[in-house]
């Protein structure tokens, strides 16, 4: 007899493990978008908390309510979850559930590869937090200066876990930067050129592109603060040779484009919002997305205005003063472009517009603030003080924060079809903009009056008492603000106003479908001819299309397996650049001791290097041939390829087991440090092209893999011939002596 009794607890219990399971084991972009927003949503609780407890240690001079340990241990830990654990996991929730239903797809381009980069996340948060654990947790700051973080200064475990954390946290974010790369040029529905895909979809495309390039610049300083720490190398140890101010160089080419990282997105939230609730499309849709692109390019050229009182000398100073200025203009003219865009327009002050506008002048203050460092001299004078922090804090929270807000009450009815309590975020908005305004303006009079920042107490001078007790009320304002935001949350999911699938009666492409959508984004998708699709079928007779042309769309689509490949490569060429001007800054002048001239047997290497480039011929053959279908051909070739790789590194094991059995291992000198580093890596990445190659054979052999994958099989050949020219540049400059 059939069971009818539906409702009992273990059919119950069954139901709501298989709920779990699919939230564990899901590949759609919005539930995995979803769980980004929810996991930063966690760490920003525990992250507020950190800052909580700083600012009650801050409230009175000489206070001892946190010692002066624990008080670091707070501030590295505030400082990171921040950063990598809250701002960039939100922003790119946000991305992986909008972008595709922005630009028409089903989903990212490689939904798999989107689930272990959110995977990654909770694993280096984990993997962070667990170093309380160990008896302490991090403390050289979350910018983990050297050799405050070296063993030298700091034999604490926890330090290795922030170092492992953080690589997690970067190996994911660059997978998913590739992803959102790849599914933008890949997947647009027809019609949609790149010149009419919405601002957020190409402001998180051009982040996307700093996470690729600008990560690795973190992973390669972390690789080698771990070799350091583990293997007893010294790249950051100044009594042994090593380069503290290197350290500093490494971080901030990675923290400065990390800034836009954090920054981008909400430009692209407020492109978005400000345009649907003044009615307008946006004024000058080219000059923010192409100021956008100058902003990738120039903030790779302004690193060094963090460290103008590292003592770089005149001539650093000057230029990178000059990039700074130069940086804040393409910001500007996106300022003028909001600004222009709500002129004349008929506005509409929602939650989400109310937090747009706030943005605008909070930013503006935080933007004014940081040209002011440009000035060298005011830079020297304010670089340690307060007045940093809070400037830092007028942009990420001015801005990046106010720009996820705003995009909180914009999209929150797409996501759950409800709507949020508009009198609740009312009490949000200005529990916030009090909080921000008490707390950081504050800490620019303090900074002004010389309190100087990352200490723990202060005397009671004058005036700096009631600065900071002003500043911890505005903390506990935000949070306050925070709580009120989770509580319109959990009673709008329960009793929400129905939103339906266009509340706001917007001009983009997420809300032509249902809210929420369903599994496959779209039953239809509208047919694409301007910037604003959804404008279009409402007003068919004022449509955009019709009174202003923007380019037409080609219709190609490049392939997505080439693309994944080259922002692959890119992001590794990244990686061994800030290898080797690690080996070329610590060999410019002769070491003592083992080097490249006494240890390195150039004609050996040499010859081993041709059988490593004569693998790229080969692999060009089997291409050929696959595009032929000549299998037989293919797999002997592809064979040969494999052959060669083993080769060459057999060969580097040989180099390698005579140099140990001499005793020139990582710690003996810096040359012996910077040699089995880059050579080291650059064999980790052989070795993962050979068993790549060699799955792509055994496929083959079975006949699985047949001239139809011939874009899978051009995308390894990119890998692998990047493999093959990094050894060129590594051949060159250790085993030739270029650029010593």
Same mark, same amino acid.
């Given at each position: 007899?059939?069971?009818?009794?539906?409702?009992?607890?273990?059919?119950?219990?069954?139901?709501?493990?298989?709920?779990?399971?699919?939230?564990?084991?899901?590949?759609?972009?919005?539930?995995?978008?979803?769980?980004?927003?929810?996991?930063?949503?966690?760490?920003?609780?525990?992250?507020?908390?950190?800052?909580?407890?700083?600012?009650?240690?801050?409230?009175?001079?000489?206070?001892?309510?946190?010692?002066?340990?624990?008080?670091?241990?707070?501030?590295?830990?505030?400082?990171?979850?921040?950063?990598?654990?809250?701002?960039?996991?939100?922003?790119?929730?946000?991305?992986?559930?909008?972008?595709?239903?922005?630009?028409?797809?089903?989903?990212?381009?490689?939904? !798999?590869?989107?689930?272990?980069?959110?995977?990654?996340?909770?694993?280096?948060?984990?993997?962070?937090?667990?170093?309380?654990?160990?008896?302490?947790?991090?403390?050289?700051?979350?910018?983990?200066?050297?050799?405050?973080?070296?063993?030298?200064?700091?034999?604490?475990?926890?330090?290795?876990?922030?170092?492992?954390?953080?690589?997690?946290?970067?190996?994911?974010?660059?997978?998913?930067?590739?992803?959102?790369?790849?599914?933008?040029?890949?997947?647009?529905?027809?019609?949609?050129?790149?010149?009419?895909?919405?601002?957020?979809?190409?402001?998180?495309?051009?982040?996307?592109?700093?996470?690729?390039?600008?990560?690795?610049?973190?992973?390669?300083?972390?690789?080698?603060?771990?070799?350091?720490?583990?293997?007893?190398?010294?790249?950051?140890?100044?009594?042994?040779?090593?380069?503290?101010?290197?350290?500093?160089?490494?971080?901030?080419?990675?923290?400065?484009?990390?800034?836009?990282?954090?920054?981008?997105?909400?430009?692209?939230?407020?492109?978005?919002?400000?345009?649907?609730?003044?009615?307008?499309?946006?004024?000058?849709?080219?000059?923010?997305?192409?100021?956008?692109?100058?902003?990738?390019? @120039?903030?790779?050229?302004?690193?060094?205005?963090?460290?103008?009182?590292?003592?770089?000398?005149?001539?650093?100073?000057?230029?990178?003063?000059?990039?700074?200025?130069?940086?804040?203009?393409?910001?500007?003219?996106?300022?003028?472009?909001?600004?222009?865009?709500?002129?004349?327009?008929?506005?509409?002050?929602?939650?989400?517009?109310?937090?747009?506008?706030?943005?605008?002048?909070?930013?503006?203050?935080?933007?004014?603030?940081?040209?002011?460092?440009?000035?060298?001299?005011?830079?020297?004078?304010?670089?340690?003080?307060?007045?940093?922090?809070?400037?830092?804090?007028?942009?990420?929270?001015?801005?990046?924060?106010?720009?996820?807000?705003?995009?909180?009450?914009?999209?929150?009815?797409?996501?759950?079809?409800?709507? @949020?309590?508009?009198?609740?975020?009312?009490?949000?908005?200005?529990?916030?903009?009090?909080?921000?305004?008490?707390?950081?303006?504050?800490?620019?009079? @303090?900074?002004?009056?010389?309190?100087?920042?990352?200490?723990?107490?202060?005397?009671?001078?004058?005036?700096?008492?009631?600065?900071?007790?002003?500043?911890?009320?505005?903390?506990?304002?935000?949070?306050?603000?925070?709580?009120?935001?989770?509580?319109?949350?959990?009673?709008?999911?329960?009793?929400?106003?129905?939103?339906?699938?266009?509340?706001?009666?917007?001009?983009?492409?997420?809300?032509?479908?249902?809210?929420?959508?369903?599994?496959?984004?779209?039953?239809?998708?509208?047919?694409?001819?301007?910037?604003?699709?959804?404008?279009?079928?409402?007003?068919?007779?004022?449509?955009?299309?019709?009174?202003?042309?923007?380019?037409?769309?080609?219709? !190609? !689509?490049?392939?997505?397996? @080439?693309?994944?490949?080259?922002?692959?490569?890119?992001?590794?060429?990244?990686?061994?650049?800030?290898?080797?001007?690690?080996?070329?800054?610590?060999?410019?002048?002769?070491?003592?001791?083992?080097?490249?001239?006494?240890?390195?047997?150039?004609?050996?290497?040499?010859?081993?290097?041709?059988?490593?480039?004569?693998?790229?011929?080969?692999?060009?053959?089997?291409?050929?041939?696959?595009?032929?279908?000549?299998?037989?051909?293919?797999?002997?070739?592809?064979?040969?390829?494999?052959?060669?790789?083993?080769?060459?590194?057999?060969?580097?094991?040989?180099?390698?087991?005579?140099?140990?059995?001499?005793?020139?291992?990582?710690?003996?000198?810096?040359?012996?440090?910077?040699?089995?580093?880059?050579?080291?890596?650059?064999?980790?990445?052989?070795?993962?092209?050979?068993?790549?190659?060699?799955?792509?054979?055994?496929?083959?052999?079975?006949?699985?893999?047949?001239?139809?994958?011939?874009?899978?099989?051009?995308?390894?050949?990119?890998?692998?011939?990047?493999?093959?020219?990094?050894?060129?540049?590594?051949?060159?400059?250790?085993?030739?002596?270029?650029?010593?």
């Amino acid at each position: 007899m059939p069971l009818v009794e539906t409702s009992s607890p273990a059919t119950t219990d069954e139901v709501e493990s298989g709920r779990l399971l699919s939230w564990v084991g899901t590949v759609d972009h919005k539930r995995i978008g979803i769980l980004y927003i929810c996991t930063a949503t966690i760490f920003l609780a525990i992250g507020g908390l950190e800052a909580l407890l700083m600012r009650v240690q801050l409230l009175f001079p000489n206070n001892t309510f946190l010692s002066p340990d624990f008080f670091n241990q707070m501030f590295t830990m505030h400082g990171t979850t921040m950063v990598f654990l809250v701002g960039m996991p939100v922003l790119v929730g946000f991305a992986n559930y909008f972008v595709p239903l922005m630009i028409g797809a089903r989903d990212v381009a490689f939904p !798999r590869l989107n689930a272990m980069s959110y995977w990654l996340l909770p694993m280096g948060g984990i993997l962070l937090y667990f170093s309380f654990f160990t008896g302490k947790a991090p403390d050289a700051g979350w910018f983990s200066y050297a050799p405050l973080s070296t063993k030298p200064y700091n034999l604490q475990v926890a330090q290795d876990y922030w170092i492992i954390g953080l690589l997690c946290l970067g190996v994911g974010s660059v997978a998913a930067g590739i992803n959102i790369v790849v599914t933008v040029l890949t997947l647009r529905a027809p019609g949609m050129s790149l010149q009419r895909v919405p601002l957020f979809v190409w402001m998180s495309f051009m982040t996307a592109i700093l996470t690729v390039l600008a990560l690795p610049a973190l992973n390669a300083a972390l690789a080698m603060l771990l070799i350091d720490r583990w293997l007893g190398a010294a790249f950051f140890e100044p009594d042994r040779g090593g380069s503290a101010v290197l350290w500093q160089h490494f971080f901030w080419v990675f923290g400065h484009p990390e800034v836009y990282i954090l920054i981008l997105p909400a430009f692209g939230m407020i492109s978005e919002i400000i345009p649907t609730f003044s009615r307008k499309p946006i004024y000058g849709y080219a000059f923010v997305a192409g100021s956008s692109a100058v902003i990738v390019l @120039l903030s790779y050229g302004v690193w060094a205005h963090h460290m103008f009182a590292v003592g770089l000398g005149m001539g650093a100073d000057i230029f990178f003063a000059v990039g700074t200025l130069l940086i804040a203009l393409p910001t500007g003219v996106k300022i003028f472009n909001w600004t222009a865009t709500m002129w004349g327009g008929s506005i509409r002050l929602t939650t989400a517009m109310m937090f747009a506008v706030a943005f605008l002048l909070e930013f503006v203050v935080g933007g004014l603030t940081g040209v002011m460092f440009a000035a060298v001299p005011i830079d020297w004078q304010l670089t340690d003080t307060y007045f940093v922090v809070g400037h830092f804090h007028y942009v990420l929270i001015g801005g990046t924060v106010f720009g996820v807000f705003a995009a909180t009450y914009y999209w929150f009815p797409k996501m759950t079809g409800r709507m @949020l309590s508009e009198k609740l975020g009312q009490w949000h908005f200005w529990l916030w903009v009090f909080g921000l305004n008490a707390t950081f303006m504050s800490q620019h009079f @303090l900074g002004v009056m010389g309190m100087p920042r990352r200490v723990y107490t202060y005397a009671d001078n004058p005036g700096w008492m009631i600065l900071n007790m002003f500043a911890t009320l505005g903390a506990f304002a935000m949070g306050a603000g925070t709580l009120v935001l989770l509580w319109n949350i959990g009673m709008s999911l329960r009793h929400g106003k129905i939103a339906g699938d266009n509340p706001w009666d917007a001009f983009t492409l997420e809300w032509a479908t249902t809210s929420p959508p369903p599994a496959d984004n779209f039953k239809t998708i509208p047919e694409v001819k301007s910037r604003r699709p959804l404008w279009d079928m409402s007003q068919p007779e004022l449509a955009d299309w019709k009174h202003g042309k923007t380019p037409e769309d080609s219709g !190609r !689509r490049p392939s997505k397996a @080439l693309v994944c490949a080259w922002a692959f490569v890119a992001s590794e060429a990244v990686f061994f650049l800030l290898l080797l001007v690690g080996y070329v800054v610590f060999n410019s002048q002769h070491l003592e001791g083992p080097n490249a001239a006494n240890s390195l047997d150039v004609a050996r290497t040499g010859a081993f290097t041709i059988c490593l480039l004569a693998s790229s011929l080969s692999f060009w053959f089997a291409e050929l041939a696959l595009h032929a279908g000549k299998m037989v051909h293919f797999r002997r070739w592809l064979g040969m390829t494999i052959l060669l790789g083993a080769i060459f590194i057999a060969g580097q094991v040989w180099e390698y087991t005579g140099l140990i059995m001499n005793d020139i291992t990582v710690d003996e000198n810096l040359f012996a440090a910077t040699f089995f580093t880059v050579t080291g890596f650059h064999g980790l990445h052989v070795m993962a092209g050979l068993v790549t190659l060699s799955i792509l054979l055994s496929l083959a052999i079975r006949e699985d893999f047949t001239s139809k994958q011939i874009q899978v099989f051009r995308g390894v050949g990119i890998y692998w011939h990047f493999v093959d020219v990094v050894w060129i540049a590594v051949f060159s400059i250790i085993y030739l002596g270029l650029m010593q």
